[in-house]
């Protein structure tokens, strides 16, 4: 497939007003995007948890209007205007106007509210973009009601990744996958991929439980981040390292082998902040405190045996993975010995969820 393909057909219906809200996931990456080129095209492909608790809600109320020309909207963060968001969403809309042009005939009311703590330091744009991307799709569909299931999620995927990379993965499935691999037939730079191997019963249902260790600005955004991939000393071995990890992850998950996914998860969290540390100019997200936290999970799972593993997104929280079968011991170890290392105390209980869903 390429762009072309999500060029819609004249649309045969019309709409004059309307809402549809949806719901999307944050997701916790365990093979790291990490560098792009152009609008999102990944350097390497990543693979990630769909999040369950964590998610945004979007309504989207559309009004036809008179002189169409150029798409218009108001901008609502819990109910409240929120004109800093504008910027976000026209840039999001300029990119995608091409591939859904019935936009610039409405103006819109987006109305969108998380489930999880404004400034937690959790991302919100995947989540967001997502959520948007979904609303958008159900009005595609309302004027072009012959498209397929299939298309209607692929073009959400292609779409949401268009306003934010990782947001390509929040659409559809317990595990994503982005980016074109050898092994994963279907998989595509453009659009998110449900991650169609065999998936071991221990992997089933897997626990996150996410560390607030930092709750300030992020000095660095992904997206600065993601530039000073270009012209690394170490990113075509990342790139080619991140290739290896998804075909070792894929083995790990098929035989339930939990060592080698620890291997494979904790490499790749160190991996994306060693590359932020070694990129020019340098910089750190990571706090004293997320390195407390690794050491005693480290410890722990030294010490008890419990398979408990982490990860990190480009921040300073931790997201601490295990099975469900361990959550009352690891939760317990939490309270007592991690919560210390958080900011108020501040954690989300979260776990492995299907995807956008529409309400
Ligand atoms: C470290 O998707 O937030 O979380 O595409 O520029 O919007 P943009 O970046 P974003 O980058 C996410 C980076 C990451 C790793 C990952 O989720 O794979």
């Known amino acids: 497939m390429n762009e072309k393909d999500f060029i819609p057909l004249p649309y045969t219906k019309t709409l004059e007003n309307g809402c549809f809200t949806w719901s999307a996931p944050s997701n916790i990456a365990l093979v790291k995007y990490w560098g792009k080129t152009g609008i999102q095209i990944p350097a390497n492909p990543s693979i990630s948890f769909t999040l369950d608790a964590c998610k945004t809600i979007t309504t989207l109320a559309f009004e036809k209007k008179e002189n169409s020309g150029k798409y218009s909207f108001d901008f609502l963060f819990e109910g409240q205007p929120k004109e800093s968001f504008h910027p976000k969403i026209e840039k999001f809309f300029d990119v995608i106007q091409q591939y859904v042009p019935f936009i610039k005939n409405y103006h819109f009311t987006i109305d969108s509210r998380n489930t999880f703590p404004h400034s937690s330091g959790i991302a919100s744009s995947a989540s967001g973009m997502a959520a948007l991307a979904m609303c958008l799709m159900s009005l595609e569909r309302e004027l072009n009601p012959e498209m397929t299931h299939v298309h209607f999620y692929r073009k959400a995927s292609f779409l949401a990744r268009l306003g ?50 930092d ?24 790139f080619t390292q991140a290739h290896a990890n998804l075909s070792k992850l894929k083995k790990a998950l098929a035989e339930g082998d939990i060592n080698a996914f620890i291997e494979v ?10 590359m932020m540390m070694t990129s020019l100019p340098y910089f750190i997200l990571m706090k004293p405190n997320t390195l407390e936290i690794i050491n005693k999970i480290w410890q722990y799972r030294q010490k008890t045996g419990v ?3 982490f990860t990190l997104d480009a921040g300073a929280n931790v997201h601490v993975l295990y099975p469900q079968q361990y959550a009352s011991e690891v939760l317990e170890f939490i309270k007592a010995e991690l919560l210390v290392y958080c900011q108020n105390n501040q954690y989300i209980c979260d776990q492995i969820g299907k995807g956008a869903e529409n309400l």
């Open 164 to 213: 934010s990379g990782s947001a390509c993965r929040s659409v559809k499935g317990e595990m994503v996958v982005w980016g074109e691999h050898d092994e994963i037939t279907g998989s595509s730079d453009l659009f998110g991929v449900e991650f169609d191997g065999e998936v071991a019963h221990i992997f089933k249902n897997y626990q996150d439980t996410i560390l607030l260790v």
């Open 265 to 274: 998860v904790e490499s790749e969290a160190l991996t994306l902040h060693a």
């Open 307 to 309: 398979p408990v593993c």
């Open 215 to 238: 709750k300030g600005e992020k000095q660095v955004s992904s997206t600065v981040g993601h530039g000073l991939m270009n012209g690394h000393p170490f990113a075509q071995q990342r």
